[in-house]
T-cell receptor
Framework: DSGVTQTPKHLITATGQRVTLRCSPR?????VYWYQQSLDQGLQFLIQYYNGEERAKGNILERFSAQQFPDLHSELNLSSLELGDSALYFC??????????????FGPGTRLTVL | QQQVKQSPQSLIVQKGGISIINCAYE??????FPWYQQFPGKGPALLIAIRPDVSEKKEGRFTISFNKSAKQFSLHIMDSQPGDSATYFCAASTPGYQGGKLIFGQGTELSVKP
């Protein structure tokens, strides 16, 4: 158990809908990262937050957004969902940001299925 | 230049054998190279990591070999066990204000036969 929690575990929804994925980092970790895992694209970085501030963006679609709250939990919002958005979404947390030497611990993921 | 290329895509090893997975990168700004292990239905778990100022790091049966000049690094699993059967990902990241995000290789599916 990494100490990172994600809810829900599974999410099934229809095209055009909007969903929210939630992540609670390990106790004491200030940085949260979101990754998408799909069969064709592998593990791709989406977005990073540090202590409530957005730090870096990766291959994140404009239909997707995220935020990190004062209690450090983070939410990833996916809207106007398309079939291709079906994937595993992982949250990871680390103690620091800006340094490469910080270990990232991954949550169990949310499996999103768009029908 | 942000890519990390991983090979092989899949690997079958006999119990007790050595599993070797290779990764190559182009971006010389990368300065942290972790390996993750992922079982079906689970999140990636950090296995072992290395910095470029070290050529080798060993933790138990797992060893990372790092060749800075060739821009390659590899994971060696000694005395491979059926319980090691999983997907392994190499990754790399850069320092700096926006650093820390991991760039992953495509993964290697390891199967250790009893």
């Amino acid at each position: 158990d990494s100490g990172v929690t994600q809810t829900p575990k599974h999410l099934i929804t229809a095209t055009g809908q909007r969903v929210t994925l939630r992540c609670s980092p390990r106790s004491g970790d200030l940085s949260v990262y979101w990754y998408q895992q799909s069969l064709d694209q592998g593990l791709q970085f989406l977005i990073q937050y540090y202590n409530g501030e957005e730090r870096a963006k990766g291959n994140i679609l404009e239909r997707f957004s995220a935020q990190q709250f004062p209690d450090l939990h983070s939410e990833l919002n996916l809207s106007s969902l398309e079939l291709g958005d079906s994937a595993l979404y992982f949250c990871a947390s680390s103690e620091r940001a800006g340094s490469s030497y910080n270990e990232q611990f991954f949550g169990p993921g949310t499996r999103l299925t768009v029908l | 230049q942000q890519q990390v290329k991983q090979s092989p895509q899949s690997l079958i090893v006999q119990k007790g054998g050595i599993s070797i997975i290779n990764c190559a990168y182009e971006n010389t700004a990368f300065d942290y190279f972790p390996w993750y292990q992922q079982f079906p239905g689970k999140g990636p778990a950090l296995l072992i990591a290395i910095r470029p100022d070290v050529s080798e790091k060993k933790e138990g049966r797992f060893t990372i070999s790092f060749n800075k000049s060739a821009k390659q690094f590899s994971l060696h699993i000694m005395d491979s066990q059926p319980g090691d059967s999983a997907t392994y990902f190499c990754a790399a990241s850069t320092p700096g204000y926006q650093g820390g995000k991991l760039i992953f290789g495509q993964g290697t599916e390891l199967s250790v036969k009893p």
